[in-house]
């Protein structure tokens, strides 16, 4: 039998992915498999759906490496598939996905105009506020990255004793604790670089 390969506490998947964990019965699947290898027939039961409906989030969790098929196993005539997670929890880099930033922010753009802001979208308003982002986002000082912060609620009880949190609750104590760690000086630049941010906005707007 070979040994067993431990797995590591954080691992990155693609937006697409951490997405996925919005949905509370996939959340409630990746919890169990942090602990034991199960199959789709006792996942459904733990959980108390139908097979059918687990098969459709696993499948998902799996493309997006989430879970993992650990082995399989003959019962009668039948192959019964056994996961399990390849890591005990999980971040993404938004930084690190370049590819369609722009499109992102376009996509936002259109999003102000839909909401009445008078904001008029165009190429050229996109690719500044690509820009002013990422110097909003690299200059101001983060004394706890995600990593870290994602780390430290590994090893937490608190953070895993009802599941995997809401990725966008943990968001919102990630940023806290930065607004706590953060100096006066920090603060300020914070602050100011916001201020820059909005009044962009404002630029763009035809009120």
């Known amino acids: 039998m070979e040994a067993e390969t431990l797995k590591p506490h954080v691992k990155e998947i693609t937006r697409e992915g951490f997405k996925l964990l919005e949905d509370e019965?996939?959340?409630h699947i990746?919890?169990?498999?942090?602990?034991?290898?199960?199959?789709?027939?006792?996942?459904?039961?733990?959980?108390?759906?139908?097979?059918?409906?687990?098969?459709?989030?696993v499948n998902k969790l799996q493309d997006k490496g989430i879970i993992k098929l650990n082995y399989e196993?003959?019962?009668?005539?039948?192959?019964?598939?056994?996961?399990?997670?390849?890591?005990?929890?999980?971040i993404y880099c938004d930084d690190k996905i370049t590819e369609s930033s722009?499109?992102?922010?376009?996509?936002?753009?259109?999003?102000?105009?839909?909401?009445g802001t008078?904001?008029?979208?165009?190429?050229?308003?996109?690719?500044?506020?690509?820009?002013?982002?990422?110097?909003?986002?690299?200059?101001?000082?983060d004394p706890m990255n995600g990593y870290e912060f994602c780390e430290q609620c590994s090893y937490s009880g608190f953070f895993m004793k009802f599941g995997p949190m809401n990725p966008l609750l943990l968001n919102r104590i990630y940023w806290y604790a930065n607004l706590i760690r953060m100096n006066n000086d920090d603060f300020e630049?914070?602050?100011?670089?916001?201020?820059?941010?909005?009044?962009?906005?404002?630029?763009?707007?035809?009120n």
Not at 102 to 115: P, V
Not at 118 to 141: F, R
């Open 102 to 115: 722009t499109r992102r922010c376009m996509d936002i753009l259109f999003g102000l105009q839909e909401l």
């Open 118 to 141: 008078g904001i008029k979208p165009s190429l050229e308003t996109a690719v500044q506020l690509e820009e002013l982002h990422e110097k909003y986002q690299t200059t101001v000082n």
């Open 189 to 206: 630049e914070s602050v100011e670089k916001m201020r820059k941010l909005r009044d962009f906005l404002r630029e763009q707007t035809t």
């Open 25 to 27: 019965t996939r959340r």
């Open 73 to 90: 196993q003959r019962n009668g005539h039948l192959v019964e598939s056994y996961y399990s997670v390849p890591a005990d929890t999980y």
């Open 30 to 57: 990746v919890f169990m498999l942090r602990d034991e290898t199960l199959n789709v027939k006792e996942i459904a039961k733990r959980l108390h759906l139908t097979p059918q409906n687990i098969y459709h989030h």
